[in-house]
């Protein structure tokens, strides 16, 4: 579904947005049952593959917020050029900000790869692993800014609105990614630097098939991915350095919750790690979802529609809404039986189902604050939305923290979780309807702009 040159008489329905956003949520699911399987993979090399990849993780962030600040910013101004009818600007943006993130990489790779002895002793490498673990690193920094084109690509795809293709893209990468590593991972010669290739590899075939499915929704000519387009910065700062941070701030809070359960045990640490995993594959749509009326919001924006673009908005709330009220009725009610009946040690499981009985039940509420704090980074008021996540995650921190030291149990800690959730989905759907809802009455449509 796109919002091009012809806008259509009436706004889409509840029907047409869970359309168009069914494939943006079914690629975030695929992306991390990808991570999973990975995971499952490299096991079968051994403790070694899967520790280097595990003390690789804070890198990865550092990479990953690069892909999502620039991907983010493609999509919003390519579904801004989508609905203001001039689709022949998508191959001219796709190459700046694929340029601009390409020197953003060669900056971050340079500086990664020169701090790898300092790295290796931050995160507590033992002398053994140091090697092995810098000629991994290396290889990680040469061979991301593949996935960075990638889902370039991707995103170009999802903001003209073919987010059914975008979906093909993303299985077709994942799909490359995990035979070639299925491959690489037999024989004498299989070591963790597989991932790196399999990585490549799958970011390449990316890169290579979107170009394809683009010329479906109009003149797609490569040699227009040299041509420069004007006012592109201004986005990425505006659009996709906020939501940058916002990828580094889930960072340091998932941190920050293990230092907070790490003086209960091992096993309150295992298990918390496995319940917050199960929250993350529930929340993680929700940003996806939020993507998807972003993009419509943009669109309708653009061909001078605000009307339609509040329209939008009003039923994408109420069905994220419906949606996960049924969702956390499942899971309250199976979450923690199902948690329960995982072969796990004993503390595990006690730990895991503490978390899914008194956190589960506020799932909802957290994809709730999620899909209204993506459509504002989406939308222009993405410092906004990083301050108001920025003060919510600072106060549940520090109270969580005191109230685990002041009943010396996790319990207080997951009460204040709980608690967050709801407070921040009750407060930031009134400001996100205030600042997006309440502002398309005013929208004067920027034809020709990327503003």
Do not use: K
Not at 12 to 30: K, N, T, Y
Not at 176 to 183: E, G, H, K, P, R
């Amino acid at each position: 579904m796109s919002v091009a040159q012809e806008a259509p008489p009436d706004a889409p329905g509840a029907r047409a947005i869970a359309r168009f956003a069914a494939p943006l949520v079914a690629g975030s699911l695929i992306t991390q049952a990808t991570q999973f399987l990975v995971v499952a993979v490299l096991g079968s090399l051994g403790g070694s593959a899967l520790y280097l990849r595990a003390v690789y993780v804070p890198v990865a962030f550092l990479f990953l917020a690069v892909n999502m600040c620039m991907g983010i910013t493609l999509q919003v101004l390519t579904a801004r050029r989508t609905g203001a009818g001039q689709p022949e600007a998508v191959p001219a943006l796709l190459g700046s900000v694929a340029r601009v993130g390409l020197l953003v990489y060669l900056a971050l790779g340079v500086a990664v790869v020169a701090g790898a002895g300092p790295l290796a002793a931050l995160l507590t490498v033992p002398d053994a692993q140091r090697q092995a673990f810098t000629g991994f690193l290396a290889l990680m920094a040469l061979v991301s800014p593949l996935g960075m084109t990638g889902e370039l690509g991707a995103a170009a795809l999802r903001g003209t609105g073919a987010t059914g293709r975008s979906l093909l893209l993303t299985t077709a990468s994942a799909a490359v990614t995990l035979t070639c590593l299925a491959v690489l991972t037999q024989g004498p010669y299989a070591s963790v630097l597989a991932l790196p290739w399999s990585l490549a590899l799958g970011g390449a075939v990316e890169t290579a098939l979107a170009p394809a499915l683009l010329r479906r929704d109009g003149p797609f000519r490569l040699r227009d991915l040299a041509r420069r387009e004007r006012g592109v910065l201004r986005p990425v700062t505006a659009i996709g350095v906020p939501v940058a941070a916002s990828v580094a701030l889930l960072f340091v809070v998932e941190f920050v919750l293990l230092r907070v359960v790490a003086p209960f045990g091992q096993s309150a640490v295992a298990g918390f790690s496995l319940a917050y995993t199960v929250q993350a594959v529930f929340i993680v749509p929700a940003m996806s979802y939020a993507s998807s009326v972003a993009i419509l919001v943009n669109q309708l924006r653009a061909a001078g529609h605000p009307e339609h673009a509040r329209a939008v908005i009003r039923r994408g709330a109420a069905l994220v809404g419906v949606g996960y009220a049924l969702l956390t009725v499942v899971l309250a009610a199976a979450g923690p039986a199902a948690i329960g009946a995982l072969p796990l040690e004993g503390g595990t499981t006690e730990e895991a189902v503490r978390f899914m009985t008194l956190v589960g039940p506020t799932f909802g509420c957290t994809g709730l604050a999620l899909v209204a704090l993506g459509v504002m980074e989406q939308t222009g008021h993405g410092p906004i939305a990083i301050c108001m996540n920025t003060a919510h995650f600072g106060c549940v921190l520090g109270i969580g923290a005191w109230a685990a030291r002041h009943v010396e149990s996790t319990d207080g800690l997951y009460a204040v979780l709980a608690l967050g959730a709801a407070i921040g989905a009750l407060l930031s759907w009134p400001v996100a309807w205030r600042l997006v809802y309440r502002a398309e009455a005013g929208t004067v449509p920027a034809r020709g702009g990327t503003r």
